[in-house]
T-cell receptor, first 113, second 112 residues
C-alpha cells in the first residue's frame, strides 16, 4: 500500500526566500507524482505533474523533482511571495492503481512580507 | 471547458437523511474518484471508477454508494448521513496518458 509523507507540516518564511517542500513515498512502483496547491476553503489546483520516467518539471518559479529510487519528491519555490501562501499537497499514483491518488498530509506555507 | 463540476457547494443534513453529491466532467476522462478531506487526515479515497459501469472501493467506502452510468457523471450517495460524514468532499477525474488529476471545487457537508 502506498503511503505518502510530507515534511515539514508547516513553514513560515520571509518574502524573497527560496524554499523546498519535501514529499516521500513508500512504493517505488509509482506511475506519476503530482503537486497541488490548496487555498483556504478552496479546491485543489494542479501545479506540476512528474511522470515516473521523468526527473523533474518546471513551471515559472516552481521546480519539482522525482527520485524513485529514494522514494522522494521535492518542490522548490524560488523567490517566494506572499501570494504563495497556501497548503501544498503531493499525491502519488501507483503503478498497480493508476486511477487512485494517495495524498500526503500537506505543508502549510506562510510567506510574510 | 468547465473541467470538473461539483454540486452542491454547501449542504447541511440531519442525521439519517440521504443525499447525492453530483460530479460531472467534460474532458472525456475514464477515471473518476471521490475523496473526503478531514483536518489532520488529508484526502482519503472513498470510491473510484475506471470507466462507465465499473466502480470499486477506496480507503473509506462505508456509508457511501456510487454508480457510473455515463463517462461524464459520477454521483456519490450518502445512504443514511451520520455526523462522522461531516467533511469536505472532492471529486476528481484523471486523463489517460499523463494521468493528470483535475479536481472539482468541493462540497462542504455538515451532518447535525
Amino acid at each position: 500500500k502506498q503511503e505518502v509523507t510530507q515534511i515539514p507540516a508547516a513553514l513560515s518564511v520571509p518574502e524573497g526566500e527560496n524554499l523546498v517542500l519535501n514529499c516521500s513515498f513508500t512504493d517505488s512502483a509509482i506511475y506519476n507524482l503530482q503537486w497541488f496547491r490548496q487555498d483556504p476553503g478552496k479546491g485543489l489546483t494542479s501545479l506540476l505533474l512528474i511522470q515516473s520516467s521523468q526527473r523533474e518539471q518546471t513551471s515559472g518559479r516552481l521546480n519539482a523533482s522525482l527520485d524513485k529510487s529514494s522514494g522522494r519528491s521535492t518542490l522548490y519555490i524560488a523567490a517566494s511571495q506572499p501570494g504563495d501562501s497556501a497548503t501544498y499537497l503531493c499525491a502519488g499514483s501507483g503503478g498497480t492503481s493508476y486511477g487512485k491518488l494517495t495524498f500526503g498530509q500537506g505543508t502549510i506555507l506562510t510567506v510574510h512580507p | 471547458n468547465a473541467g470538473v463540476t461539483q454540486t452542491p457547494k454547501f449542504q447541511v443534513l440531519k442525521t439519517g437523511q440521504s443525499m447525492t453529491l453530483q460530479c460531472a466532467q467534460d474532458m472525456n476522462h475514464e477515471y473518476m474518484s471521490w475523496y473526503r478531506q478531514d483536518p489532520g487526515m488529508g484526502l482519503r479515497l472513498i470510491h473510484y471508477s475506471v470507466g462507465a459501469g465499473i466502480t470499486d472501493q477506496g480507503e473509506v467506502p462505508n456509508g457511501y454508494n456510487v454508480s457510473r452510468s455515463t463517462t461524464e457523471d459520477f454521483p456519490l450517495r450518502l445512504l443514511s448521513a451520520a455526523p462522522s460524514q461531516t467533511s469536505v468532499y472532492f471529486c476528481a477525474s484523471l486523463g489517460q496518458g499523463l494521468g493528470e488529476a483535475f479536481f472539482g471545487q468541493g462540497t462542504r457537508l455538515t451532518v447535525v
